[in-house]
């Protein structure tokens, strides 16, 4: 059985939006009420599935939900077209960000040999905690083979984020890891998403070898509000922003105790400060193995758009350290509302033969979903129209074509 890493992107839905919905993500406030741009959107985050292809990564996708969610607003006892300030909330594609579906163990780090999904319950937000039941019933799906265990979320009040707030530092993806869980604690200006408690729960219930690490509340108060925009790590390296961490010194230690190759990069506060990094999204990066061997940064372009931080990396690769490539793309439409390209795949360590064939990727399935997207989904949404009605029937109808043709109707509603 081989292990490989394989990024599982959410698909952009035709409903994506800037609702200035998430209080501390500041990209997603200041754009509040902007046009957006659902097909260019999608067509963004295949491009960057088809390079990761071509680096020869392997990807997968999981699908936008029905949106509006009329079985949430039916549960709040409303219907669409009378949701007043709950529509926003129903309708929003924020699902898109696969980095908050679920906490992922790998098989070689769990007391059991099964690979172990959490689904996140992303309780602190409205519009992302009705995410989790179409969640649930995706990974249930493309995860259904005996080597994994899919759980449920854990129950409130205990906020759960995902896999953007837990990291794995390993040899190599397939040998034993430290997982590392970073929470956030209340009393900054922003939200701490994601609980201690949580964390704690998912740690025990995939039964690994866990650290818990506190998130700096300067790194939330900033704009960090998931760990993934202040830090990643790829197999035993770890690279991270000078004041990402609460309490470094331990964190380190422990890390360092607990796998000795492990390498840090740190970025100082004097190279990029906190609101740079924020703003440029330069750690929301994938860190990824090459087949050839090396490591690379696949960066939005927005970090290539400033130049501290820019030449911070280009210094950075020109050393003789693990990451050897940059390799920026345009996420443009996901930037927008503070999701970079991290923040848009799911990582899972698996054997690929034991994952639903229908949710793996290669270059003409990306072809057939670049063209209904083409097809099917809206080229801009004022926010005007946003607040209409008229277009959401062909936003479902968009969205079902795409399950029709991925052979994945189980998804749609009965
Ligand atoms: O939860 N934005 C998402 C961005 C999630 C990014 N994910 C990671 N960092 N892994 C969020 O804040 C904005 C939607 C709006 O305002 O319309 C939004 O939900």
Known sequence: MSLVEINFDGIVGPTHNYAGLSLGNLAATANAGRTSYP?????????????????????????????????????????????????????????????????????????????????????????????????????????????????????????????????????????????????????????????????????????????????????????????????VANERVLFAHEHAFADKARFFDSLRTRLPSVEIIEVPASAVSLAEAVASYLFNAQLVTLPAGGMALILPDEAQAKPRVWTWLEALVAGNGPIRRLVPVDVRESMANGGGPACLRLRVVCDPATVDARFLMDEAKLDRIGEIVEAHWPEQVTAAEHDTLGAWPAAEAARLTLLRALDLVELTYS
């Open 39 to 231: 097909r260019a959107a999608a067509l963004q985050g295949l491009a960057k599935m088809r390079a990761n292809l071509r680096l020869g990564l392997a990807q997968g996708i999981l699908l936008p939900h029905p949106r509006p969610n009329s079985r949430w607003l039916a549960a709040m006892a409303t219907h669409a077209g009378h949701a007043g300030p709950l529509w926003p909330a129903a309708s929003s594609a924020s699902a898109m960000w696969a980095a908050n579906a679920a906490t992922v163990s790998p098989a070689p780090d769990t007391a059991d040999g099964r690979c172990h999904l959490s689904v996140a319950n992303l309780i602190t937000m409205p519009h992302r905690s009705h995410e989790w039941p179409e969640t649930l019933r995706q990974l249930r799906l493309a995860f259904a083979n005996s080597a994994f265990a899919v759980h449920d979320p854990v129950p409130p009040p205990f906020g759960d984020e995902g896999a953007a707030n837990h990291m794995r530092l390993c040899e190599h993806h397939g040998t034993p890891g430290v997982e590392v869980f970073v929470h956030g604690e209340p009393g900054g200006p922003f939200p701490a998403r994601q609980h201690r408690q949580a964390s704690a729960a998912i740690a025990r219930r995939h039964d690994v070898d866990a650290l818990f690490v506190q998130q700096s509340p300067e790194a939330i108060a900033a704009g960090a509000f998931h760990n993934d925009v202040v830090a």
